[in-house]
């Protein structure tokens, strides 16, 4: 594996249990809701959501951010409200809050402004081409009922397929047909006749996204109309959520290198690269900040960053933008393509230290995944630096660090639709913090900590927002000591992943001293597992390369509208009487909604439960079977009972290790949750 790339980590395996494994069948949960809602009256009031929630449930937990969202469902429309749904594959299922508006030509969503605003955010979704690549499609804009202008949305980087490492071929075959899948359960390369696998095969990553300054100041209670137009090239267009925000003017510096003096060119016509290069070169020596001014410049390839602050004039009006170019022979590191991206030096050669960035857009051209490829925003290694307000679209990770590295702030960044992670701390990475992020719509984990062969150590996630990953985890940390997972707000992970993952895995260093995951929300959290064909928890602890035995603290979480259970602890069935998980301690936890247990233990350990209020509880309480033996004894997982446990759903009888294993328990889809 290279040092920027992401492991093969999706791999699939035989499943957990060694029973038979039954065909897979895809939940639609919460299907009694109706398939299109009636649309609110003209004069309706602007609903107001944080991750498809009422505010209220959320109070403290995520970003501060400076847009308001309001979902697509809750507006004015004459389409078709899709949803709710919660299965893989369906466009349903990766909308924010689980549902959207499906427009066919002619047809409108409309929203009332909740206060001044002057840009729009669109998440929407278009059709692919029919062999794959993506098409365009205009989106009319008006307000109080005034055209404003078109936009051109474009599917050409959303629609992958198939098995990870995924294809933009909607007609492809297995990528691995040796690998065994849930369709068949079977190996279909070992299997006589060959089943027929219906292609496209898998679709997934439908949603992507779009920005538009209005050109003046709204008013709230003013009425945002997006139209389909009659004649469009798109079928249908999906409408996911509208953010409105009221964008400052451009940030001015006018002591600093400037890089239009440098020749760069704000029309993205002319490459400025070299101009950057020669800006910053000149700033070091004259101990002045580098500024880019407003436009659009177009870089296609690494800007490399060491001792230097960037500032752009805001993330909305300073675009650095490239195409993703092949390399005529791959690099030492693997990589077969670079792109725009501004990268600290390789730790092997000492990092970067003291780099600041912050006010601009970086534009990715990432189409497809590459594991070995370094095709990120950002990169490197970056000591003693910050990332502050930046908008990262369209590459394959938003932020790869590679350390060894220290003290880095990632702060009050907009990471959206990636191919991969939002930000990975990968190997050695320590002392440093990230808060205040906004991450939608990537295509692996949100946020992640991945100790490989160097642990990282006393890092905190904090108050960060994580919605819709269509693989994987909102939050996962990969071993490591003394790390804080606090505040975060994570909402509609879509499949194989929770809400937030501890796991030992991916060759990661073990977990030692402290984990602290602490005051955090998830919502509609805890998806289907593909490979095992099984329903994961809100928070998910996996013991798959070692025992975890840290201390983990799980104190003040709230575990709201849970697809499946709220706390899974879990080894693989190849290493399940190798490894156990023990030391974790759950405190002052809410549950409102499971469809099927409060917890699910899957693994030999023990777990302890301290004011733990769970209600709308869909199966029984404790899902215990342990590490599958079904001794006299008992499970080989016990629970301890440490008081104020309420709502009935750690009765006595379930203590300390009564073995209630149902390996694929009925689901009750739960009522939304409320104020408790």
Known sequence: MSRSGIPARRRPHRPL??????????????????????????????????????????????????????EAENART???????????????AEASGRRAVRLTPGEYVEFVLPSAANAITVRYSIPDAPRGGGITAPLGVAVNGRHLRSMTLTSQYSWLYNQYPFSNDPQ?????PDWWITECSCVPSATTPYPTISTPFRPTHFYDEQRLLLGRTYRAGDRVRLTAPAGSTAAWTVIDL???????????????????????????????????????????????????????YQVNRHIIVDDVTIEGAGSWYTVIKGREVALATPAPDGSVHTGVGFYGRDAADGGSRNVHLSGFAIEGDVR??????????????????????????????????DGPMRNVRVTNNIVVDQIADALNFHTGVTDSLVAHNFVRNT??????????????????????????????????????????????????????GSGIHVGSRFGAEPFTGRLGITNNTTARAGTYELNWNIGLGAIWIFALDRSIDASIEVVGDAYLDNTYNAIMLVSDWPVKDLYSITNVRFRDIRVDGTGTSVVSARSAGSASFANVDARNVGAVGVNNCGSFHFTPAGSEFTLTDLGGNDGGWLAPWLLPNTITCDDRPPVSPPPPPAQW
């Open 443 to 496: 295509g692996d984990d949100g946020l992640a900590m991945w100790s490989e062969t160097t642990a990282n150590a006393r890092n905190t996630f904090d108050h960060n927002t994580v919605q819709s990953p269509t693989l994987a985890n909102g939050i996962a940390i990969y071993g490591g000591t003394d790390n804080t997972v606090s505040h975060n707000l994570i909402a509609d992970p879509v499949r194989e």
């Open 172 to 176: 492809a075959g297995l990528l691995h």
């Open 17 to 70: 249990t060694a029973g038979a494994v039954v065909a897979a069948t895809v939940l639609a949960l919460l299907s009694a809701g109706p398939a299109a809602a009636a649309a609110p009256p003209a004069g309706a009031q602007p609903v107001v959501t944080r991750a498809a929630l009422d505010p209220a449930l959320v109070a403290g937990r995520g970003a501060d951010v400076d847009f308001v969202e309001q």
């Open 242 to 296: 509208l953010d409105s925000e009221l964008v400052g003017p451009p940030r001015v510096r006018l002591l600093a290198a400037n890089v239009l003096a440098f020749g760069a060119d704000p029309t993205g016509r002319r490459d400025s690269a070299g101009a950057l290069d020669r800006a910053i070169a000149f700033a070091r020596r004259a101990h002045l900040k580098v500024y880019i001014p407003p436009g659009t």
């Open 78 to 92: 004459n389409g078709e409200v899709i949803g709710p749904d919660r299965s893989a594959y369906t466009l349903p």
């Open 368 to 401: 497809e995944r590459i594991d070995t490829d370094q095709v990120n925003a950002i990169g490197g290694a970056m000591s003693d630096s910050t990332i502050d307000g930046l908008y990262l679209h369209h590459t394959k990770v938003g932020l790869w660090f």
